[in-house]
């Protein structure tokens, strides 16, 4: 039986990234390897049917919010497989950091204060990077979320391609997205300002349904750890802008699940 693998971050994150990393997967450990996307989502949400629980998938990339709340149920659906990407950022230091940058293509929003009745996109309503921590920050701001109007883009190149034509004032997008579609496109760069910096926040995990053979999870992080090291791989993290691999363990999600319970993001909790 292959094993099967998905993808909540394409296409924000390059589909190539994905397949090659699965691939070296399914050739180091020995197993065929089936892929799939979804890209209508960063990952499932609270009280939704999720693909671990009946076996569908055995593997996922997923935003960090959607791993806290498949974790906060009695019988969790999935556990970190342990090794997760390290940015080319210098702001994450080589740690499974990273940040989203709020940029602006309006010059009347140079603050989050200035977000109030403007329109902001955002990738979608899992997404940690795109939506929940600016919901937080507006709220730590004094901003009301409410006045601002928020446009759901899809993903966070859809998100840069409204600011590029005005159809919306600000976004926040994954520091990754941004620095690699900066690159790309230097004229881009040149027509959005950034107005803040959100996070650290610990990177999307990759996780494995809770109840998959632990030597093979075992091995599938020891593949990744090395992932850098092999050709295929290395070129396509590096052009995400990864340097590689690195151990995880839940605690490193711990602050992001403390922000969320009292953001009232919890079954069972509300603001605090």
Known sequence: MPLTVLSYLAPSLPATLFETLTAHLGARVGRDVEL????SRSGPRPGEPDPFSNGEVDVAWLCATSYVWLTETALPMVRLVGAAWAPTDPRAGGKAIYFGDVLS???QVRSLADLAGRKVAYNDDVSLSGYHSLRMALQAAGVDPGTVGFVRSGSHLRSL???ATDDVDAATIDSNVWRRRSKEDPDLRSRLTSIATLGPHPVQPIVARADLDADLVQRLRDTLLEAHVAA???VALDHAGFLG???VEDRDYEPLRRQMAAQGLL???GPR
């Open 232 to 234: 295929g791989p290395a």
């Open 245 to 247: 691999f690195v151990p």
């Open 36 to 39: 799939r996307f979804d890209a």
């Open 105 to 107: 293509s309006c010059g």
């Open 267 to 269: 079954v069972g909790t």
């Open 161 to 163: 391609e409204l600011l």
